[in-house]
Structure formats: C-alpha cells, structure tokens
C-alpha cells in the first residue's frame, strides 16, 4: 500500500445538498463560504454528470470567515436573484460558516422580500455529517416548503424520492409506469420543478429509490400525508425489476400484464446468462445500486466475490441478505486502500464500480464497468439486457457475444 491509496470513499455534507439541488429546474445552489467548496464541488458533479454544473459562493475571505459576512451572504443572493432569475436559491453554509455559527437563515428571512426567488436555507458544513445527509436534508426543505395536504390524483400516482440522476434510467422507470397507467408526479430531486413538488401529496405511493437519503422524507409523507411507501431496491435487473413494478402495481390496485412484458425479455436474460455464468464480479457502489446489481449478478448466475458500499440505509443489509445464495465479502464505508487490498485478495473477473475503480482495474486486470455515473442504461427489462450486453463486451471484447 502507498500513501496515495489511503482515503475515505465517500465525501461531505456539502456534496449531497449541492447535487441534490442541482437536479431541481431552475434551482440555483449558493453556498456560504470560501470559493474553494463550490469550485470542487461544481467541477467534481460537472466531470461526472457531462454537464456544466454551476455553484454560486460568496467567496468569503479570511476576515470573512472570523467576524462573519451576513452581508456579503445578502448582496450575493440578490445578485444571483437578479442575473440568473432562479425559481429557488437553496443557501447553504460550508465547515467555515457552520464553525462561526453565521445566521443563514435570518439573512433570507430578511432578504426574502428583495427577491423573486423562493429561498431556502440549509445547515451543510462538510463536518456536519456525509452527502447522504446533505440530500435528505434538501429534500426534507423542500417537503416542508411545497408540501400541502391536498385530494389525492384522480389517475394512479407515484412520486420517485431520492433519485438524484437523470438520464436513460429515469426515462425508462417512468415511460414504463406511463404504459403501466400510472402517473410520476414528481421525482425529488432529478428534474423537479415547484408545480410538480407540491403534487407530491397527491401521489398514492411514494418509491424510496435512495436507502440512505429517501427513507427519512418518505416516513414524514407517511406520517403526515398518509402515503405509504415502498423501499424497494432500484429496478436493475430482471427479476428485481419484475419485483418493483409488480409492486408498484399492486399498491395501486393495477391489472397490467406485467408478466407477460418479462417473458418476452427470458430467452435474452438466458442468452447473456449462458456467456456469463460462473465469473466471479466485484461491485463498488452506493446501497441502493449495490443491493440491486448484486441481485442481477446472482441472477446472471455470476458469482459476486466483493460487495463494497460507501454507506448504507436503514434496509440495505436486509435487502442484501435476501439476494438469493449470496456468499461474498461485504465491506461498507472502508477506505481505498481496504477496497483496493480486497479486489486483489477476492480476484474478480470483472469489476461493477466507478471512475474511483479505474486503477485497481489496470492493476488487477479485471475489466471495469462504469455504473455509477455513466448515462447509459441500466434500469429495467432493457436495461438489464444493455448492462448484460455490456458485461459480455467487456469480458470477451467487442463481438456479439449473444
Ligand atoms: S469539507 Fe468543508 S471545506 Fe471541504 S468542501 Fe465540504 S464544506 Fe467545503
């Protein structure tokens, strides 16, 4: 092990407010602090989201971050007001504001007249707590703000909590819940607007797509809607999301021929199943994916040796544990150097994981799939047939493997 091995797998609470506001319309993340946070940050969620991501900051200096900078923090939420015409600012502190205990909240108490925009504030200095924090805490500000009791929707609806990715994977859960009947309100956070966060209580499910950050927000709509709720792992996977939909349909009453939709995909999941059996595979993950894609591995008949997570929720390991026959290594929160150390000792054919992974895969030799920030495909019937047609490339190179 060398010096540059060593290192945490997961990063602050800053991280997770800022990309959970990233993925709301229009919404503008300021961040009350020195320029550095929101440079990192913006530059870090623009490299993985292949989009220009943008972070505002007051920027504060020295003299700042000692005697406070409540008006440089009110200038720069009116400046952000008028130049980029946002429908909410979400203000957040950073470790400098959070350590002086500058009064975030009573500056857009005071401000909230001088703007159009909505604003909400957020406690998020990095030493608080993890990401997984930073986005309930945005999504639990955002209920409290737009949500009110309302009639439920005349036509079956859902609302998707804690999905925080756009792309082919959320296309596909909701064209197929749209063939289903069934209606997305909102999905909180990924390409929510205000209209659709106040239809939230509308909704007659909500799916908690994140075990370490859905499950909070779900409860308190539980509790104070009366929308139950499913935790179900993300619908990656045949089997598994055979399973969500079939759930999902279940909870809203809803005949629809969802058997008759797997067993057109059988004969494909039998085909990549037939090339794959018997490699032994690594996943490197968040929870929620995790749980999922060590499902679809078992189901390949694959052999996962390594499941290693940054963090869990309250159901991960209890979702685990119920992947049929599973008998590897579980590693949750270590450092690189553990994960690193456990891919070369657990000798993987392939490697699930992401950009982090890269070394360790020239290192080891085993072929690494990006499943953590690539758009392509993964969810559903045809994602499942994508992420296997992937695994075989990857395995066995460019041809037709099936
Ligand atoms: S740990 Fe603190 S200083 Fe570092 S990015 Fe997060 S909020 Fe900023």
Excluded at 280 to 288: D, K, L, N, W
Excluded at 320 to 349: F, K, M, N, Q, Y
Aim: glycine share 10%.
């Amino acid at each position: 092990m060398s010096w540059y091995d060593m290192g945490p797998v997961s990063t602050c609470k800053l991280f997770g407010a800022v990309r959970a506001v990233t993925g709301i319309k229009n919404a503008v993340p300021l961040i009350h602090g020195p320029r550095g946070c929101a440079y990192h940050i913006g530059y870090l969620l623009t490299a993985r989201g292949g989009r220009r991501i943008a972070v505002a900051s007051t920027e504060l200096s020295e003299s700042d971050v000692v005697f406070g900078a409540s008006e440089k923090l009110r200038d720069r939420i009116i400046e952000v007001d008028r130049t980029r015409k946002p429908d909410i600012i979400v203000i957040m502190s950073s470790c400098a504001t959070s350590i002086i205990g500058e009064d975030i909240g009573r500056v857009a108490d005071e401000t909230s007249e001088l703007v159009d925009a909505e604003l909400i504030t957020v406690s998020a200095g990095g030493f608080e707590s993890s990401q997984g924090e930073g986005y309930e805490e945005v999504m639990m500000a955002l209920i409290h703000k737009f949500c009110w009791r309302m009639e439920p929707s005349s036509k079956p609806s859902v609302n998707i909590i804690g999905e925080f990715r756009g792309g082919a994977d959320l296309r596909e859960v909701r064209e197929s819940l749209s063939l289903m009947g069934v209606d997305v309100n909102c999905v909180l956070t990924s390409g929510c607007s205000i209209r659709d966060m106040t239809m939230i209580p509308a909704g007659h499910l909500n799916c908690s797509f994140c075990d370490v950050s859905g499950i909070a927000p779900c409860r308190f709509l539980e509790e104070n809607f009366g929308t139950p709720f499913i935790h179900h792992p993300i619908p990656i996977g045949f089997s598994n999301s055979l399973r969500f939909y079939r759930e999902v349909l279940g909870y809203l009453n809803l005949d629809y021929p969802i058997n008759e939709e797997f067993s057109a995909f059988i004969e494909e999941r039998d085909r990549i199943r037939a090339e794959l059996e018997g490699l032994r595979v690594a996943v490197v993950s968040g929870p929620t994916r995790a749980v999922a894609l060590t499902e679809f591995i078992t189901e390949l008949r694959m052999k996962p040796v390594l499941v290693s997570m940054d963090m869990i929720g309250d159901y991960t390991l209890e979702n685990l544990r119920g992947v049929p026959g599973l008998r590897s290594e579980i590693l949750v929160g270590v450092d690189v150097s553990d994960i690193e150390e456990a891919i070369i000792r657990t000798e993987p054919e392939l490697i699930l994981g992401g950009l982090a992974e890269t070394r360790i895969s020239e290192v080891s030799g085993a072929p690494l799939i990006d499943v953590m920030h690539g758009s392509s495909l993964t969810a559903g019937f045809r994602g499942a047939v994508n992420l296997g047609a992937r695994m075989c490339g990857a395995v066995y190179g460019d041809h037709d493997c099936y």
